[in-house]
Structure formats: structure tokens, C-alpha cells
T-cell receptor, first 116, second 113 residues
Framework: AQSVAQPEDQVNVAEGNPLTVKCTYSVSGNPYLFWYVQYPNRGLQFLLKYITGDNLVKGSYGFEAEFNKSQTSFHLKKPSALVSDSALYFCAVRDKFKAAGNKLTFGGGTRVLVKP | EAQVTQNPRYLITVTGKKLTVTCSQN?????MSWYRQDPGLGLRQIYYSMNVEVTDKGDVPEGYKVSRKEKRNFPLILESPSPNQTSLYFCASSLMRDTDTQYFGPGTRLTVL
């Protein structure tokens, strides 16, 4: 079975400081990994994904994530956070060889609060 | 504009009163799915469909039904809603390759009294 853990319910960071949102995963095969962001009263917006290749993936709004196979992690990062980055962030995984119906398994979400 | 739409966005109802939440996508995607979002649990898959007339259960299908009569539409039906179905519901769609990104609708907040 595939699973995702986001160990922090909330991350607080000052504007201009680096932002990191942690994600670890478990799959039986090779993973496809995704990050989504949810702004208040909005649906989920796709940020980036790791399929294969370079372990550092760049996405929307200046975000990037690093795939680390040995640590089974896919942490989301932004070098300089903005107040507008305050939102709920979800990590998701799909098992490359197994996920029935292309199912995504989501973590519990991490709320990011960027203070001015 | 490519999008997934859901209606209604907000719904308050009472136990046992049948309801339908509609979902429509204009991207010609084969794959569609319903999720529910609950605090601390992330999103959990309810049902999915890999094409017209092809549907299957996700992780939490009890109390829900779906249909896929047309490629663009994937309604979620609660025949006898109960308070434990109070949640935020999302519809998503994608192409069929497992590397494809799923695109989500704006969500439907359902309250069952």
C-alpha cells in the first residue's frame, strides 16, 4: 500500500526567509510524487511533480522539491517566502507499478503561515 | 479555459435527503475521480472512473454512488446522506497515463444535519 506522511501540521516562517515543507512516502515500487497547494476557499492547484530524471524539480510560483530515494522524501522548498504563500500544502504519491486507477494518496496537509 | 467545475459549491442538507453533486471537465480527460477532504486526513478517494461506463471504488466508497454516462461528467450521488458525510468534496480529472497530473475542481462543502 502507498502512504504519505507530512510530519508538520503547521509551518511558520517570516517573509523573505526560506520555506521548507516536509514529506516522506512509502510505496512498494517506484514513486511518482506531487505537490499541490490549496488557498482559502479554492481547489487544489498543482505545483510540481517528480516522475523520473533530475532529483531537483522546479515548479510554479518559485517552488522546488528534491526527491531523495534513500530517505524516501520529497520536501518542498522556496528560497524566499512571501505572505501570499500562506496556504495548505499537500504532498501526494502514486505507485508507478501498482496504483489502481491512477489513485493519488495524499498526506494530511501542512498549513504554511508566512508572517510579514 | 481548461477547467473542472463542480456544483453546488456549498450545500446544507438533512439526513436522508438524496443529493447529487455534479462534476464536469472540458479537457477531454478519460480519468475522473472524487475525493473527500477531512482535517488531518488529507484527501481520500471515494470513486474513480477510467472512461465512460467504467467506474470503481476508491478507499472510502460507503454511502456514495457515481455514474459516468458521458466523458465530461461524473456526478457524485448520496442516496441517504448522514452527518459523517459532512466534508469538503473535490472532483479531479486527468489523462490516463499514470504520469499525468490530476486537475481539481473548486470543491463542494457539504453539511449534513
Amino acid at each position: 500500500a502507498q502512504s504519505v506522511a507530512q510530519p508538520e501540521d503547521q509551518v511558520n516562517v517570516a517573509e523573505g526567509n526560506p520555506l521548507t515543507v516536509k514529506c516522506t512516502y512509502s510505496v512498494s515500487g517506484n514513486p511518482y510524487l506531487f505537490w499541490y497547494v490549496q488557498y482559502p476557499n479554492r481547489g487544489l492547484q498543482f505545483l510540481l511533480k517528480y516522475i523520473t530524471g533530475d532529483n531537483l524539480v522546479k515548479g510554479s510560483y518559485g517552488f522546488e522539491a528534491e526527491f531523495n530515494k534513500s530517505q524516501t522524501s520529497f520536501h518542498l522548498k522556496k528560497p524566499s517566502a512571501l505572505v501570499s504563500d500562506s496556504a495548505l500544502y499537500f504532498c501526494a504519491v502514486r505507485d508507478k507499478f501498482k496504483a489502481a486507477g491512477n489513485k493519488l494518496t495524499f498526506g494530511g496537509g501542512t498549513r504554511v503561515l508566512v508572517k510579514p | 479555459e481548461a477547467q473542472v467545475t463542480q456544483n453546488p459549491r456549498y450545500l446544507i442538507t438533512v439526513t436522508g435527503k438524496k443529493l447529487t453533486v455534479t462534476c464536469s471537465q472540458n479537457m477531454n480527460h478519460e480519468y475522473m475521480s472524487w475525493y473527500r477532504q477531512d482535517p488531518g486526513l488529507g484527501l481520500r478517494q471515494i470513486y474513480y472512473s477510467m472512461n465512460v461506463e467504467v467506474t470503481d471504488k476508491g478507499d472510502v466508497p460507503e454511502g456514495y454512488k457515481v455514474s459516468r454516462k458521458e466523458k465530461r461528467n461524473f456526478p457524485l450521488i448520496l442516496e441517504s446522506p448522514s452527518p459523517n458525510q459532512t466534508s469538503l468534496y473535490f472532483c479531479a480529472s486527468s489523462l490516463m497515463r499514470d504520469t499525468d497530473t490530476q486537475y481539481f475542481g473548486p470543491g463542494t462543502r457539504l453539511t449534513v444535519l
